[in-house]
């Protein structure tokens, strides 16, 4: 049971280049989010989806776009990098409702210069 | 929309006492569940401690505990004995009791632990 997975765990990208950011969860959970950290931001959502074929705008989601095609699976892409999109990201799972633990990915460190 | 706040930026604690994190929150609703999260070097996120708002009793787990108290919004974490690996962010988060709600955070709390 891998749990939450992510890749790449490092990336440097130039402005205005796209890149897809993977997620992968294997323990069966409908719900699926994104979120980005900054210093002294805390962690803010995404994007989020409740089901494949379901996806929904969390807090900070523009310049970011997400599909969900499988329940195992919730890539982010971002279309067009800019340097504010430079953080760490964290992708997350669990199930849709209940006292349950909400598992993160071990994150991405992205840097757009 | 909820929010989450933490007051305090960074907290120290010597090892072996005792400190205690700040958090409040915002809601108009009856029924939702609070966390603590700990954020480690490693950036990994690990679950401390979970409360559900209907529960009067304060949750523990080990040496961390809870202060839950409703009626003013506020979820302190108090961590007994620390120790250097206790050394980390923390985050307070909430959650609605309705489906497919998302988890909100707070800014969090640096806490460093001094031998």
């Known amino acids: 049971n891998a749990g939450v997975t992510q890749t790449p765990k490092f990336q440097v990208l130039k402005t205005g280049q796209s890149m897809t950011l993977q997620c992968a969860q294997d323990?069966?959970?409908?719900?699926m989010s994104w979120y980005r950290q900054d210093p002294g931001m805390g962690l803010r959502l995404i994007h989020y989806?409740?089901?494949?074929?379901?996806?929904d705008q969390g807090e900070v989601p523009n310049g970011y776009n997400v599909s969900r095609s499988t329940t195992e699976d919730f890539p982010l892409r971002l279309l067009s990098a800019a340097p504010s999109q430079t953080s760490v990201y964290f992708c997350a799972s669990r199930r849709t409702r209940g006292l349950y633990e909400q598992y993160f990915g071990p994150g991405t460190r992205l840097t757009v210069t | 929309a909820q929010t989450v706040t933490q007051s305090q930026p960074e907290m120290s604690v010597q090892e072996a006492e005792t400190v205690t994190l700040s958090c409040t929150y915002d809601t108009s609703e009856s029924d939702y569940y609070l966390f603590w999260y700990k954020q480690p070097p490693s950036r990994q996120m690990i679950l401390v401690i979970r409360q559900e708002a209907y529960k009067q009793q304060n949750a523990t787990e080990n040496r961390f505990s809870v202060n839950f108290q409703k009626a003013a919004k506020s979820f302190s974490l108090k961590i007994s004995d620390s120790q250097l690996g206790d050394a980390a962010m923390y985050f307070c988060?909430?959650?609605?009791?309705?489906?497919?709600?998302?988890?909100?955070f707070g800014k969090g709390t640096r806490l460093s632990v001094i031998a």
């Open positions: 323990m069966n959970h409908e719900y």
């Open positions: 988060a909430y959650r609605s009791a309705r489906r497919n709600t998302p988890l909100v």
């Open positions: 989806s409740v089901g494949a074929g379901i996806t």
